[in-house]
């Protein structure tokens, strides 16, 4: 798998890189690489818009890697595929153009503690709009969501229950069937943000019985500024289109307009056609691949990890659920993560230390910022060995 990543054979500070920085953005295969690298080189045109071959073929592959992305998703029409910048976008777009034109006065929309900001804040400038009341559903100190009080906490007035499939900064993953089984019978919509699902399972929408699942492409193998929202149809075709523009639109006159037919009412503009190609073949990348095995070796990888990191006096573990994915955050004491991030550096470890827009969590655990050490399939425990040495030699400089 390492070799299908041409940036990994290089060396960093001296040493082979150890990547493990893949919850904040993941790699790209050269699969992935040369086809954005053919579509500028030979396809690029804007798409919907001309009659010529180059256009034509833009166009077609657009609509191709839509197709991939259902299939993979197993959405049950391509209609349901919204392309967005990312899961950011995606979240907005929801709370915009559902939410916001219905929800009233203490309507309540039920979130985690577990959320990122992009998961908070959409929702918070709802309630803003509407007056609906935004309600934060607790966590274990192991970092699973407490669901008898999440079930309390569900009743006639939640309109919208929007929750994260994996946590980015903990890693737990959530039990996300019973919760939007739960929701449905209070007749609340269910959003979820699957940035840091996608690229560790497979997702199965009709299965889960979702309304709205958002991911980013640069998470899952394929390039940054494209991502998917995928929305019930029934729910996509009563709501207002997002962002006014070219594409998003039937007829245009100065006394009114009226709406393209679904995906194309979401995505006004020219969208990141390379992005979507891009996304596209970074799809079929995972599609090839066996996806159990890729779960079997991300568990694999991280029990050796946890054990490792168990096994290191001074450090703490931050999310010890009993269902994770591959990702794993501590802190050790009387060591900023700032500065174990930049020791892992010097040993060519990639990590990330801060607060992995999740403050609200941070603050549940009373700490302002964790190092994190997030994975991927083309980690190997070499990659652990390094992070480990890296942390050996922060302790003996901070002489812990
Ligand atoms: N988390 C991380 O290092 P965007 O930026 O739109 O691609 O994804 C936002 C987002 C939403 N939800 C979750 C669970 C996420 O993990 C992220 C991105 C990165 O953890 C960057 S903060």
């Known amino acids: 798998m390492r070799a299908e990543f041409p940036i990994l054979s290089q060396q960093v500070n001296g040493h082979p890189l150890s990547y493990l920085d893949n919850g904040a953005t993941t790699q790209k295969p050269q699969r992935v690489i040369d086809t954005l ?3 500028y080189e030979s396809d690029n045109a804007n798409i919907h818009r001309g009659l010529h071959s180059l256009s034509e073929r833009a166009t077609r592959d657009c609509d191709k890697a839509r197709e991939t992305i ?10 349901e595929i919204i392309f967005v910048r990312g899961t950011t976008e995606a979240l907005n777009l929801v709370a915009q153009s559902y939410a916001r034109p219905r929800l009233q006065a203490d309507d309540e929309i039920l979130i985690t503690t577990l959320e990122h900001h992009s998961n908070i804040v959409p929702w918070q400038l709802v309630c803003r709009q509407t007056g ?6 607790p966590i274990h100190d192991s970092g699973e969501l407490d669901l008898e009080a999440l079930k309390g906490m569900l009743g006639p007035r939640t309109r919208v229950v929007a929750l994260t499939h994996v946590s980015n900064a903990l890693g737990t993953v959530n039990p996300v069937a019973d919760i939007i089984e739960m ?5 609340a919509i269910t959003v979820l943000d699957g940035a840091q699902a996608v690229a560790h399972g497979a997702i199965d929408v009709q299965d889960l019985n979702c309304d709205f699942y ?4 640069h998470k899952v193998y394929g390039p940054t500024g494209i991502g998917v929202l995928f929305g019930r149809k029934c729910l996509l075709e009563e709501m207002e289109p997002w962002q006014g523009g070219g594409d998003m639109i039937r007829t245009v006159s100065f006394e009114e307009s009226t709406w393209n037919e679904l995906p ?5 503009g020219t969208p990141n056609i390379a992005g ?8 079929e990348f995972m599609a090839s691949i066996d996806m159990d095995a890729v779960v079997a070796h991300e568990k694999d990888l991280l029990a ?18 009993r269902h994770k994915a591959g990702i794993l955050s501590f802190v050790m004491d009387g060591v900023h993560p700032h500065d174990i991030g930049t020791i892992a550096d010097q040993h060519g470890v990639a990590i990330r230390a801060g607060h992995h827009c999740a403050m609200p969590l941070m603050k549940r655990y009373r700490v302002p910022a964790t190092s994190r050490a997030s994975l991927a399939l083309y980690n190997d425990r070499k990659d652990i060995d390094a992070l480990v040495t890296s942390l050996q030699k922060t302790k003996e400089i901070f002489r812990l």
């Open 37 to 39: 690298r053919r579509y």
């Open 70 to 79: 259902r299939s993979f998703i197993n959405a049950s029409d391509q209609r």
């Open 132 to 137: 609906a009341k935004l309600r934060v559903a």
């Open 183 to 187: 929701a449905r019978a209070q007749g």
């Open 214 to 217: 958002a991911f980013s492409g």
């Open 264 to 268: 194309y009412r979401f995505e006004a």
């Open 276 to 283: 979507i190609i891009g996304l596209g073949a970074a799809i």
């Open 304 to 321: 050796y990890a946890t054990e490792a990191l168990d096994g290191l006096s001074n450090i703490r573990i931050i999310g010890t659920a």
